[in-house]
C-alpha cells in the first residue's frame, strides 16, 4: 500500500508593528522656538498699528467767541454774563467720552465764576461745538482800569493792539476736559486736555475788544 502525499505547513513569524519613535529634544525645542517667534512676530504686528492707526490722541479744543450779553460797574463793582462758544474735534478713531469738564473765570488770579460742563461723547472724528453761559459774581476791580490801544472789533486777532483807547479790564477763561477714549474695546487712554483765553473787556460798555488763547 502506498502511502499518500504527506502535507506539511509552516506559518510565517508574524511582523510586529513599529512603535513610533517619540520626538527627539530638538524637536520639540525647534517647535517651541517657530511658536515663539511667530508669536513675537504678531505683538509686533499689533503694536505697529496701534501706534500707526489707534494711537489716542488728545481732542483738540479752539475757543471760536466771547461775549458779555450783560455788564455793569456800580461803585467800583463788576458785574457781568459770560458766554464762550468753543470747538472740540476729536481725532481718535474711537469715542471720547468727557465725564469731569468745566469752565471757570479769573480775576488777578482769583476765581470770580465756574460753571461745570455736563459729561457727554463726541464720536470718532467728529467736532462737537459747546456754548457755556453763566452768570459771574460781583467782585470789586482791582486796579484803576487800564488805558492803552485796544482791538475795537473783538474778533481776537491782534490782541492789545489796535485802533481806540479806552479803559479796560483784562480776565481770564480756563476751559478744561477730561475724560476717556477706549481703542478697540481694550484698551483705555485717559485724557485731560485745556486752554486758557486772556480777555480784554472794555469798562464802558462791556464790550469784548479782543481775546487770546
Known amino acids: 500500500m502506498a502511502d499518500g502525499?504527506?502535507?506539511?505547513?509552516?506559518?510565517?513569524?508574524?511582523?510586529?508593528?513599529?512603535?513610533?519613535?517619540?520626538?527627539?529634544?530638538?524637536?520639540?525645542?525647534?517647535?517651541c522656538v517657530v511658536a515663539t517667534i511667530f508669536l513675537i512676530f504678531i505683538i509686533i504686528v499689533i503694536l505697529i498699528v496701534y501706534y500707526t492707526v489707534f494711537k489716542p490722541q488728545d481732542p483738540k479744543i479752539a475757543v471760536n467767541a466771547v461775549q458779555l450779553p450783560s455788564f455793569s460797574v456800580i461803585n467800583g463793582t463788576v458785574n457781568f454774563t459770560f458766554a464762550q462758544y468753543a470747538s472740540v474735534r476729536n481725532?481718535?478713531?474711537?469715542?471720547?467720552?468727557?465725564?469731569?469738564?468745566?469752565?471757570?473765570?479769573?480775576?488777578?488770579?482769583?476765581?470770580?465764576?465756574?460753571?461745570?460742563?455736563?459729561?457727554?461723547?463726541?464720536?470718532?472724528?467728529?467736532?462737537?461745538?459747546?456754548?457755556?453761559?453763566f452768570s459771574v459774581q460781583s467782585f470789586p476791580l482791582s486796579a484803576p482800569p487800564n488805558m492803552g490801544p485796544t482791538l475795537a472789533n473783538g474778533d481776537g486777532v491782534g490782541f492789545n493792539f489796535g485802533l481806540r483807547v479806552q479803559p479796560t479790564m483784562e480776565i481770564e477763561s480756563k476751559l478744561e476736559m477730561a475724560g476717556r477714549v477706549r481703542v478697540l474695546h481694550f484698551f483705555s487712554h485717559e485724557v485731560k486736555v485745556r486752554t486758557g483765553c486772556r480777555v480784554a473787556i472794555a469798562v464802558s460798555d462791556g464790550s469784548v475788544l479782543g481775546f487770546h488763547c
Request: aromatic share 10%; hydrophobic share 35%; proline share 11%.
Open 5 to 31: 502525499p504527506i502535507i506539511t505547513s509552516t506559518t510565517a513569524p508574524t511582523a510586529r508593528p513599529k512603535r513610533p519613535r517619540p520626538p527627539s529634544g530638538r524637536t520639540n525645542l525647534a517647535s
Open 91 to 133: 481725532p481718535n478713531r474711537a469715542a471720547f467720552s468727557h465725564y469731569d469738564s468745566s469752565l471757570q473765570i479769573l480775576y488777578y488770579g482769583s476765581q470770580v465764576g465756574f460753571m461745570f460742563i455736563p459729561a457727554g461723547q463726541i464720536d470718532a472724528g467728529r467736532t462737537q461745538y459747546m456754548a457755556a453761559t
